[in-house]
């Protein structure tokens, strides 16, 4: 099993520069760090330090692994993990920073994660993680995995019939050409909801338009990008489905900027309910995954975890619904 003098040898610097990588000091040559994070990769270093059970005692400690905390979806998750904590008997440990690029993000789960299971934490939540190839030992619940099939315990929301129920709204407005603002492509989520939007298509015996579906990131910059395309076409959409509430404001910022009125203009529907949701004018409707109620269950699971109880299921659903609010109207049918 490596040590922090093998880790320090093989990426030939001292045993003080490793122990100042692993503890984020800004004092290393970015070169340096990255060196030394690939050696500690290849010899499982972090991955040693969870296997060896260095706690002797339970710290009563939850630890939450959040990838950007300004983002609308964690801040929810945190505020339901939080709420859950409270009462329980454990305290909660928090890290929230800038997750690196998507090519580095496993690497970077799987640090802290291991770097929490070494003696801070009795167990860990991840939110949205893009692996779930964690230390054996480690006691793990996920939330909004990126991956299918995780290995862990995780919760998720039933994006494809949450989709499915914001396309039936408006194809039960009249809408029929409805574009959709996708997610990030690793995403199931993005992918479900992908699927929901095809079904809604399919079950109204709408033809897909591959015109009216636009890539998306879950960021309000690329939803009002993706709208400008939408509603500059030659016969543009009379209602937008985007994939996450971010996406969808930005919707409603390109369409403002187009001189468009919502909803007289155009419909649009998001996915999550984040509280920006309404803070908008019109009020955004969308569908609720209950963000709060996943971060709460995902604590409970946990805590039911290191309580030794067996869980019913790896995967716990969460069920969504749409909330109507003001940005959708009836479109005039010809016949």
């Not at 909660?92 to 800038?98: E, F, K, N, R, V």
């Not at 079904?199 to 890539?215: K, Y």
Request: glycine share 8%; hydrophobic share 40%.
């Amino acid at each position: 099993m490596a040590t922090i003098q093998d880790v320090a040898q093989a990426a030939g610097v001292s045993v003080t520069t490793v122990s100042r990588v692993l503890n984020n000091k800004d004092d290393v040559a970015p070169e340096t760090c990255h060196k030394v994070r690939q050696v500690m990769q290849r010899m499982n270093y972090t991955a040693s330090l969870a296997a060896k059970g260095m706690r002797s005692r339970a710290t009563r400690v939850i630890g939450l692994v959040v990838p950007e905390v300004t983002d609308p979806f964690d801040r929810q998750v945190i505020q339901g993990v939080g709420s859950a904590v409270v009462g329980s008997g454990y305290d909660l440990l928090i890290y929230a920073a800038d997750a690196p690029p998507l090519s580095r993000r496993a690497a970077w789960e799987q640090q802290h994660v291991a770097r929490f299971s070494s003696g801070l934490t009795d167990g860990n939540i991840v939110v949205t993680p893009s692996t779930t190839d964690f230390p054996e030992d480690a006691q793990i619940v996920v939330i909004d995995p990126l991956i299918e099939g995780p290995k862990v315990p995780s919760v998720i929301a039933t994006n494809h019939a949450g989709a499915l129920a914001a396309m039936e709204y408006l194809i039960g407005l009249g809408h029929r050409r409805i574009g959709f603002i996708g997610g990030r492509s690793d995403a199931q989520s993005a992918i479900r909801r992908l699927d929901g939007y095809n079904d809604g298509l399919l079950t109204a015996g709408i033809p897909f338009d591959s015109e009216l579906v636009r890539a998306g990131d879950y960021t309000p910059a690329r939803g009002r990008e993706a709208a400008r395309e939408l509603l500059t076409l030659s016969e543009r959409p009379t209602a937008i489905f985007a994939a996450n509430d971010s996406s969808a404001l930005g919707v409603m910022d390109a369409a403002q900027e187009l001189g468009l009125h919502i909803p007289n203009d155009l419909s649009v529907v998001g996915f999550d309910n984040i509280t920006e949701a309404v803070l908008v004018e019109p009020r955004l409707t969308t569908v609720d995954q209950s963000i709060e109620e996943m971060g709460a269950l995902a604590t409970k699971l946990l805590i039911r975890i290191l309580k030794g109880e067996e869980l019913e299921s790896s995967v716990s659903k969460v069920r969504t619904h749409l909330i109507v609010r003001e940005s959708c109207q009836a479109v005039f049918i010809e016949r």
